[in-house]
């Protein structure tokens, strides 16, 4: 056996071979897609999506009808003839009433606070899941104005994350994430009007790009459509709708022009500071309302309630475009948008938006349907002005603002044209302008500590 003594010229030459030899190839990111335990978890995120979209729909059901029986039913069935004036003070006030000692008492808090934005947090526990739920619930059933697309991502995440575990004990980390995204897909798969929407909202917040991405997308769209049929099955058959918002019958919005395109600039930087100041106004609020959460809830709910009486003692309009989400009142808003005044919409801008900032800081639900509700009223006010029609000023009001308020400026420009259907393709270089200033400006007013 010949030795190679270290430092000798042979030595020097087979380090030199070692060297040059290629590096091992890298592992196959997109190996776990071959393995059998991914096809099985594909098998399960479509079988969890039939009860969990039909548990969503029950959810949104049922604040529907709570918010029908609170503000409809109970006024007449105590003799008034329909909702007096006064009618949100107590009802805002028993919100806080009981949102407050479910945050305080009940494990996860409620749920996350929306005041930072549409963030991608972890699907609440089995023991987490009731007080979300109630949060919600409460919330959104006596006129806070939050929206239900944050709750239903928990509720979908965390009903897959029980169905896992109680499939299997002590899951990887991995399954129980996959299947939480899964869950969630399915729980919002038609409440933006396309499965796709609802998953793009989900990957930008999120924030996973290449194998993950694949690994977490599959799963969740197979959920998301299953779930789209059984929202559609369910609103064929209790003649309830699908809750999908879409706003048809819209005037051809045209193609853009120089004129138009210099409104985006506008539009975009008016959101920038409307939306921040709004934003700020929830963060300044937030830890006043938790240090004394027991208290300043319901004095939060009264403050939400008193500013939409005061708009509607201004205007002669009803309470109810100032209280909830603006998830159903958003599309009537622009059908009708040349009944209001300029002084109207701006009333409404003002009394919704504080209002909105107030529910931030102490309610649990989502952010995204006020934000575009606050965006389209204030296109349709700068419809007014020339040179801007009522379709792009929508749109791109739509889109500035829920930039701003979600810090998701893809999806924000999706909400702006998919939910416009055709005028909203035809208006999209528009969106796309007054979301990439809105986003940009927003964010050199916001503190990097704020961020």
Not at 112 to 135: N, Q, R, Y
Not at 220 to 247: M, Q, Y
Not at 437 to 447: D, F, G, H, N
């Amino acid at each position: 056996m010949t030795t190679v003594r270290r430092g000798s010229p042979d030595h020097e030459v087979g380090a030199q071979q070692a060297t040059d030899r290629p590096d091992p190839s890298p592992s196959d990111p997109f190996a776990p897609l071959r393995t059998r335990r991914y096809l099985g978890l594909l098998i399960l995120a479509g079988i969890l999506g039939v009860p969990i979209s039909a548990a969503a729909y029950g959810f949104l059901k049922m604040v529907t009808n709570m918010q029908g029986w609170v503000f409809t039913n109970l006024p007449t069935t105590l003799g008034f003839q329909r909702e007096p004036i006064w009618w949100p003070l107590p009802m805002l006030a028993l919100a806080g009433i009981l949102v407050g000692p479910t945050i305080r008492y009940l494990p996860g808090k409620g749920g996350a606070s929306a005041a930072d934005g549409f963030k991608a947090h972890g699907a609440p526990s089995p023991v987490e899941l009731p007080g979300v739920i109630l949060a919600a619930l409460a919330t959104l059933s006596f006129g806070v104005v939050l929206g239900p697309e944050a709750p239903l991502i928990a509720l979908g995440g965390g009903l897959a994350v029980c169905a896992v575990r109680f499939a299997g004990r002590n899951p990887p980390a991995r399954v129980n994430a996959v299947m939480a995204a899964a869950g969630a897909f399915a729980a919002i798969s038609t409440l933006l009007g396309s499965p796709l929407l609802g998953a793009f909202l989900l990957m930008e917040a999120v924030g996973v790009g290449g194998a993950t991405l694949e690994l977490v997308l599959l799963p969740g769209l197979l959920a998301a459509g299953v779930g789209s049929l059984i929202f559609i099955g369910l609103g064929s058959w209790t003649g309830f709708g699908t809750f999908s918002l879409t706003i048809p019958g819209l005037p051809p919005g045209g193609q853009p022009n120089i004129a138009e395109f210099g409104w985006a600039f506008v539009i975009g930087v008016a959101a920038a500071f409307i939306g921040t100041s709004i934003r700020r106004l929830a963060l300044f609020l937030r830890p006043r309302v938790e240090r004394r959460i027991l208290l300043a809830t319901p004095m939060a709910g009264l403050a939400v309630a008193g500013l939409a009486i005061a708009y509607a003692e201004g205007t002669g309009r009803g309470t109810s475009e100032v209280l909830f989400s603006g998830q159903d009142a958003l599309g009537p808003l622009i059908a009708h948008g040349a009944e209001y005044t300029v002084g109207t919409l701006v009333l409404l801008i003002a009394c919704k938006g504080i209002a909105y900032g107030v529910s931030l800081s102490g309610f649990r639900g989502g952010p995204v349907f006020p934000s575009m509700f606050l965006g389209a009223a204030g296109g349709i006010a700068l419809s007014h002005l020339p040179g801007l029609p009522l379709v792009p000023g929508v749109a791109m009001g739509i889109g500035a603002m829920s930039a701003v308020m979600l810090k998701l400026p893809m999806t924000a420009v999706l909400l702006a044209t998919l939910l416009l259907l055709a005028d909203g393709l035809a208006v999209m270089p528009l969106v796309i302008v007054a979301v990439a200033v809105a986003y940009v400006v927003s964010v050199r007013l916001t503190p990097a500590q704020l961020a």
